[in-house]
C-alpha cells in the first residue's frame, strides 16, 4: 500500500478550477512532486518542491501544501488537462521515494 | 535537449533473464540520479529503485529489493535494469527517469519499456 493518498478520481468543468491532494505523513517534513500521465505516454512533471514548475508547464498549474497534504491545483483547466495526476515524494524515512496511488482527472 | 531512450519491447518465459536499459544524453550522465519505475497494466507508478551513475550508490523499494538489479555503463551514459528470473507478474510498462537529487524529483522520463512475460 501507498504511503500517499490520493483520490481515485476527480472531475472538473472547462474553464474551472480544480485541486488534487496527496496525504501523508512524510509531507510533513518533504516536498511532494506532481506528474500527469496522458494514456499511452511517459509521465511529465509539472510541479515540484511544493510550487515549481518545470519549464513549458503552463502557469494554470501550481501546487501548495499544509501539514500531511500536498496539492495540485489547475486554474481554468483545459480539455487537454484531462489525464492521470501522480504525487511523489520521500518516504518517512527519507531515503527513498514512493508515489501515490494516482488522481483521473476528467474535463467535463 | 536532454533525453533518456529506452531499449525495445520484450516478450519473455517465466524464468527466463532480462536486462532492459536506458541511455541518457544532452547531460553529464554521472551528476543525476536515475530512477526505475514499473507501471502494471491499468495500474499506477511504482517507484523501484534509483542509481547515482558518478559512484553507483543504489538505493531500492523494499518491494524490489532482491528481485531486480540496476546497474549502470557510465562509460556508455547507460543504465539497467535487470532480472535474473521473471514471473508473469513482471509484466508491466517500466520507465526509467532522470532524478534531481533523491527527493523523487524526476524530469525528464524515458519512453518505457514494455515487458511481457507469458509461457
Known amino acids: 500500500s501507498s504511503e500517499l493518498t490520493q483520490d481515485p478520481a476527480v472531475s472538473v468543468a472547462l474553464g474551472q478550477t480544480v485541486r488534487i491532494t496527496c496525504q501523508g505523513d512524510s509531507l510533513r517534513s518533504y516536498y511532494a512532486s506532481w506528474y500527469q500521465q496522458k494514456p499511452g505516454q511517459a509521465p511529465v512533471l509539472v510541479i515540484y518542491d511544493k510550487n515549481n514548475r518545470p519549464s513549458g508547464i503552463p502557469d494554470r498549474f501550481s501546487g501548495s501544501s499544509s501539514g500531511n497534504t500536498a496539492s495540485l491545483t489547475i486554474t481554468g483547466a483545459q480539455a487537454e488537462d484531462e489525464a492521470d495526476y501522480y504525487c511523489n515524494s520521500r518516504d518517512s524515512s527519507g531515503n527513498l521515494v514512493v508515489f501515490g496511488g494516482g488522481t483521473k482527472l476528467t474535463v467535463l | 535537449e536532454v533525453q533518456l531512450v529506452q531499449s525495445g519491447a520484450e516478450v519473455k518465459k517465466p524464468g527466463e533473464s532480462l536486462k532492459i536499459s536506458c541511455k541518457g544524453s544532452g547531460y553529464t550522465f554521472t551528476n543525476y540520479w536515475i530512477g526505475w519505475v514499473r507501471q502494471m497494466p491499468g495500474k499506477g507508478l511504482e517507484w523501484m529503485g534509483i542509481?547515482?551513475?558518478?559512484?553507483?550508490?543504489?538505493r531500492y523499494s523494499p518491494s524490489f529489493q532482491g528481485q531486480v538489479t540496476i546497474s549502470t555503463d557510465k562509460s556508455i551514459s547507460t543504465a539497467y535494469l535487470q532480472w535474473s528470473s521473471l514471473k508473469a507478474s513482471d509484466t508491466a510498462m517500466y520507465y526509467c527517469a532522470r532524478g534531481l537529487g533523491v527527493r523523487g524529483v524526476f524530469d525528464p522520463w524515458g519512453q518505457g519499456t514494455l515487458v511481457t512475460v507469458s509461457s
Open positions: 542509481i547515482y551513475p558518478g559512484d553507483s550508490d543504489t
